[in-house]
């Protein structure tokens, strides 16, 4: 089978990213995007982003999760600490984030290292969690392989019954990670593919160094 997407173009045209339009702490700039994505009807699920990491077989592997918080520090979710990305991330903390807002035409990229966050954060945010998402973390054995639809099914309902009476605990294979980023750069699409690019970079002082990538 084959599919020509040759001719599938678009023009982007909405913004542009100036240096002078842009604070030293790329912290504020990306709040501001994902705040101004969040607020938008065109946007759903602003706080979506790729997570890209090298997995045990030595490939890279990408996945859509969800982003939870983020600070000064940096950029936090939650996964199960057993999954592939969990195991990847136990191997090489070193990881890449990505956010694509389509209707703003803008891209952040960010690499960083991931690090388990204490306990009671994690702790913190599970208790939030409504009581299906809750006993999904027990029931999945995430990323291993099942037999069956029904399978997971009988997990589920398996830990119903074990919770039915009682609060539901953190299962201790099931927390947060945050990343601490070293790099982030933010693109804006522009007319005939000139894009803006501008890429932060902590240095060892600990401040953040600003340039601009040709697209």
Request: aromatic share 12%.
């Amino acid at each position: 089978m084959e599919k020509d997407l040759s001719n599938h173009r678009v023009s982007y045209d909405k913004d542009a990213l100036l240096e002078e339009n842009t604070p030293e702490n790329p912290i504020e700039l990306f709040r501001d995007w994902f705040l101004a994505a969040d607020a938008s009807d065109a946007q759903h699920e602003a706080n979506a982003m790729n997570i890209a990491t090298i997995g045990l077989d030595g490939f890279p592997k990408n996945r859509m999760v969800l982003l939870k918080k983020f600070t000064w520090e940096g950029f936090i979710f939650y996964t199960n600490y057993t999954s592939e990305k969990g195991k990847a991330i136990a191997e090489n903390p070193n990881i890449c984030l990505s956010f694509f807002w389509n209707s703003f035409e803008r891209q952040i990229i960010i690499k960083g290292v991931a690090e388990k966050l204490p306990k009671n954060l994690s702790d913190g945010y599970f208790e939030s969690r409504p009581d299906g998402s809750k006993l999904g973390a027990w029931a999945s054995d995430q990323s291993e392989v099942v037999g069956s639809r029904e399978e997971l099914d009988t997990s589920l309902a398996n830990y119903e019954d074990k919770f039915r009476d009682s609060d539901i605990p953190r299962p201790t294979h099931w927390g947060g990670y945050l990343v601490k980023p070293i790099s982030i750069e933010f693109w804006q699409g522009r007319p005939n593919r000139m894009h803006d690019r501008i890429r932060y970079t902590l240095t060892d002082d600990l401040n953040w160094k600003k340039v601009r990538l040709a697209p």
